[in-house]
């Protein structure tokens, strides 16, 4: 089936950018939008990230570089309409998701990051993040009490 797309369509299905999946993301939400992607919540979207997750698994497990491509894309696409869901009802946005993974990789690889002494093995470095995770769900209790 050939579908005829606007000028917009067709720029944003051609965009190699996370911006426009965003575009796309808000737009599927707007009203006049996707009613399925409206009547949308966390909870419903569970089962759509749990499965996308499987068919990483198996796409890795088989690998099948092409599969794994489109299912990446499909958990991409779940972590936006997590977060556009979260940023509509003030929590928080995309850009605050990709800051906090960007921090926390920085901070749990001070071997590569940091001034301080580097790891030569992979268990040196799990080790390493291990502590370090423990340490910041410690902190993030200890704050969370106050």
């Not at 749990?50 to 198996?58: I, L, N, P, T, Y």
């Not at 470095?125 to 995770?133: A, C, F, G, H, M």
């Amino acid at each position: 089936m050939k579908i005829k797309l606007t000028p917009e369509g067709s720029r944003l299905a051609r965009s190699r950018s996370l911006r426009s999946l965003e575009k796309i993301m808000k737009v599927l939400l707007n009203p006049g939008g996707c009613p399925w992607d409206r009547r949308q919540t966390h909870a419903t979207l569970l089962k759509y990230l749990r499965e996308e997750a499987g068919e990483v698994s198996q796409a890795v497990r088989r690998k099948d570089w092409h599969n794994l491509r489109e299912e990446l894309g499909d958990v991409l696409l779940q972590v936006v309409f997590h977060s556009e869901l979260a940023r509509r009802a003030g929590r928080f946005s995309l850009a605050d998701v990709i800051e906090t993974v960007n921090s926390k990789m920085v901070r749990r690889h001070p071997h590569v990051f940091g001034a301080g002494a580097k790891l030569d093995t992979p268990a040196q470095v799990l080790r390493q993040w291990k502590i370090i995770k423990k340490a910041e769900k410690a902190k993030a209790a200890r704050k969370a009490g106050k």
